[in-house]
């Protein structure tokens, strides 16, 4: 099994039954899981001790979900999995807007928990040393390094989550080239595209403000009309007019 040694967790969420299943769900896969069950518990947990990923409840009291990712992602970019209520596409549009990675409807099943672990989790993991130097993608002055996890344009580094940095990456290696929209979700997040999900729409307008890109006029990333998305190398400036 790819699971292997100890993997910090951190479950917030103020239903301890449910909390404590993913804990002994994921602890012989593996993990360490740690479980808070306040939102502020939960929020100076994550900013006081490295995890993998963060699991974050949405409806909490007091301080919710919401609330505690707006904060952490001032100071951390550690993958955070958000639990929404079932077919609440406003709860997971917000939080895919202020910077959750992906998201998870209350009543999943564990081997869809874990899956979507795995993605969120990989895209962050530190790539193995290799003899030969990091390959970078590029497109004009974008330039993409998926061994340092890194993305500049120009001289100024951009700070991209880690699904919108996936998003890049797989626009990038199949540059000048369509992706449709369910290859794009399955590629980047391991789950089945939804004919209604709107995720991915909305980590590329994340994306596309990030690379300083106009949807009528873009750069970069050119949206498909009723298929998906494809990244091409931007036109190079109109000379001036003596």
């Known amino acids: 099994m790819e699971l292997q040694g100890n993997r910090r967790l951190l479950v917030v969420d103020d239903d301890r039954k449910l909390a404590g299943l993913i804990r002994d769900y994921l602890s012989p896969l593996g993990y360490e899981v740690e479980l808070r069950h306040t939102g ?3 929020l100076a947990e994550a900013l006081a001790s490295p995890y993998e990923a963060v699991i974050l409840d949405v409806m909490m009291p007091g301080m919710d979900g919401f609330a505690v990712l707006r904060e952490l992602r001032k100071t951390s970019d550690v993958p955070v ?44 993991r530190p790539a193995a040393a290799a003899a030969a130097p990091p390959r970078e993608l590029t497109a004009g002055e974008l330039r993409v ?11 100024v ?38 004919v209604f999900d709107r995720s991915i ?29 494809s990244l091409h190398e931007p036109a190079p400036p109109a000379p001036r007019q003596p």
């Open 81 to 124: 999995l958000m639990l929404t209520a079932l077919g609440d596409e406003a709860d997971r549009i917000v939080g895919l807007e202020i910077g959750a990675d992906d998201y998870l409807p209350k009543t999943f099943s564990s081997r869809e928990l874990l899956a979507r672990l795995r993605a969120v989790t990989r895209r962050t």
């Open 145 to 155: 390094c998926e061994e340092t996890h890194s993305a500049i344009m120009g001289d």
């Open 201 to 229: 729409d909305v980590h590329v307008s994340s994306l596309r403000k990030k690379l300083g890109d106009e949807a009528k006029t873009p750069r970069f990333i050119h949206t498909i009309r009723g298929i998906g998305y």
């Open 157 to 194: 580094p951009l700070d991209l989550t880690t699904l919108e940095f996936a998003i890049l990456t797989a626009l990038l290696k199949s540059k000048g080239r369509v992706k449709t929209r369910e290859r794009l979700i399955e590629e980047v997040s391991e789950r089945r595209f939804e």
């Open 40 to 42: 502020p518990d939960g």
